[in-house]
């Protein structure tokens, strides 16, 4: 483990337990990605830690040194690590010191955490194994619960009268429980996963979905699937239904991302990186493998390869030939912008 004060990472946050006392999730209301040393040595001081790689369940008396010192620091962090401290759950820190696989719940939660608050960018954290370490929770109007003890809180909250709403069964939450970034609207808030990156400026309707690890890096509209891992840039547009393809879904290690200001019409798919100002008409589905009639302005053919060979080339426009069955590719010759009105989210 490194001993060193320069952590990469740090969260102060609300830990659910399970009956066992096992962190099932962690809200983190303010994570930071490079504290920096004097930060990071001044936590560890108040607490008597050392700045290494942990978990560390606060008592009552570590969380009052912790508010102490910040209190001369970050006083926005302290009021709101006193505010935790008041609600009777279990606080915890965890500190990641170099990013490497994550090993426990609470340091996949800061992770998450980072990516949803737009501190780091999709694909820039070190997320393997994420998936196999989070369990799978039921969650409620009443917050995350174990499943094995989901039946015995359900039959208590009858008894007393009220209901328990299941929400959701996922190894996720979704990202509006823990954070809602600035200048976005999402239609359907259990359609976008915390570890979502929104880029301002993004509208997810209805049908839209975003996956963890995945998102827009600016203004984008999103009605259909951006799958885990996918990243999409500036200005683009993803149809009704559509989708692309994940990493996590038989996309194999190969990122697939959409560029800027590219339209992926209602019903299409993508499976290879597409490059800025590119077209993808509706119904039309093209994979990495897929092969493509690549044709000149004249709409003459040139020659036939597989998309892959296209990945990241701006200006093209790929479309199925409704005779043939053929899927073309040309130079996209026509220009695509997003509705300003529908992207303002004041």
């Given at each position: 483990?490194?001993?060193?004060?320069?952590?990469?990472?740090?969260?102060?946050?609300?830990?659910?337990?399970?009956?066992?006392?096992?962190?099932?999730?962690?809200?983190?209301?303010?994570?930071?990605?490079?504290?920096?040393?004097?930060?990071?040595?001044?936590?560890?001081?108040?607490?008597?830690?050392?700045?290494?790689?942990?978990?560390?369940?606060?008592?009552?008396?570590?969380?009052?040194?912790?508010?102490?010192?910040?209190?001369?620091?970050?006083?926005?962090?302290?009021?709101?690590?006193?505010?935790?401290?008041?609600?009777?759950?279990?606080?915890?820190?965890?500190?990641?010191?170099?990013?490497?696989?994550?090993?426990?719940?609470?340091?996949?939660?800061?992770?998450?955490?980072?990516?949803?608050?737009?501190?780091?960018?999709?694909?820039?954290?070190?997320?393997?194994?994420?998936?196999?370490?989070?369990?799978?929770?039921?969650?409620?109007?009443?917050?995350?619960?174990?499943?094995?003890?989901?039946?015995?809180?359900?039959?208590?909250?009858?008894?007393?009268?009220?209901?328990?709403?299941?929400?959701?069964?996922?190894?996720?939450?979704?990202?509006?429980?823990?954070?809602i970034p600035a200048g976005v609207r999402i239609a359907d808030t259990a359609r976008v996963r915390l570890g979502a990156y929104i880029g301002e400026g993004t509208t997810v309707m209805h049908e839209g979905f975003v996956n963890f690890n995945a998102g827009t890096l600016g203004t984008a509209m999103i009605e259909g699937r951006i799958s885990a891992g996918v990243i999409v840039g500036d200005g683009s547009d993803l149809g009704?239904?559509?989708?692309?393809?994940?990493?996590?879904?038989?996309?194999?290690?190969?990122?697939?991302?959409?560029?800027?200001?590219?339209?992926?019409?209602?019903?299409?798919?993508l499976g290879f990186p597409l490059g800025d100002r590119c077209i993808i008409e509706a119904g039309l589905y093209v994979t990495a493998g897929t092969k493509v009639l690549l044709l000149d302005r004249d709409d003459k053919p040139?020659?036939?390869?597989?998309?892959?060979?296209?990945?990241?080339?701006?200006?093209?426009?790929?479309?199925?030939?409704?005779?043939?069955?053929?899927?073309?590719?040309?130079?996209?010759?026509?220009?695509?912008?997003?509705?300003?009105?529908?992207?303002?989210?004041?």
């Amino acid at each position: 483990m490194s001993s060193t004060a320069n952590l990469h990472s740090l969260g102060i946050g609300l830990a659910s337990t399970n009956s066992a006392g096992e962190v099932i999730e962690v809200f983190y209301p303010r994570p930071l990605l490079a504290p920096g040393t004097n930060l990071s040595a001044g936590i560890c001081s108040a607490l008597s830690c050392p700045p290494t790689d942990q978990v560390l369940k606060l008592s009552a008396a570590q969380c009052q040194n912790l508010i102490g010192y910040l209190d001369t620091v970050l006083p926005e962090h302290s009021a709101e690590i006193s505010a935790m401290n008041q609600s009777g759950k279990q606080l915890i820190l965890t500190m990641i010191a170099e990013d490497k696989a994550p090993g426990t719940v609470a340091e996949v939660y800061l992770k998450l955490h980072l990516l949803s608050h737009r501190l780091s960018k999709p694909q820039t954290l070190n997320l393997q194994g994420a998936f196999a370490i989070l369990p799978t929770l039921a969650w409620t109007n009443e917050g995350a619960i174990a499943m094995q003890e989901l039946s015995a809180r359900q039959l208590a909250a009858r008894a007393a009268g009220r209901t328990l709403q299941v929400n959701s069964v996922d190894k996720f939450p979704r990202m509006s429980d823990y954070v809602i970034p600035a200048g976005v609207r999402i239609a359907d808030t259990a359609r976008v996963r915390l570890g979502a990156y929104i880029g301002e400026g993004t509208t997810v309707m209805h049908e839209g979905f975003v996956n963890f690890n995945a998102g827009t890096l600016g203004t984008a509209m999103i009605e259909g699937r951006i799958s885990a891992g996918v990243i999409v840039g500036d200005g683009s547009d993803l149809g009704g239904g559509c989708s692309t393809m994940g990493t996590l879904s038989g996309g194999g290690t190969e990122i697939i991302s959409v560029g800027e200001n590219c339209l992926i019409g209602a019903n299409a798919g993508l499976g290879f990186p597409l490059g800025d100002r590119c077209i993808i008409e509706a119904g039309l589905y093209v994979t990495a493998g897929t092969k493509v009639l690549l044709l000149d302005r004249d709409d003459k053919p040139i020659s036939i390869l597989k998309a892959r060979a296209l990945a990241g080339k701006p200006d093209l426009l790929f479309r199925r030939n409704s005779q043939t069955g053929a899927v073309e590719c040309k130079t996209n010759q026509t220009s695509m912008a997003l509705n300003t009105e529908l992207h303002n989210n004041n």
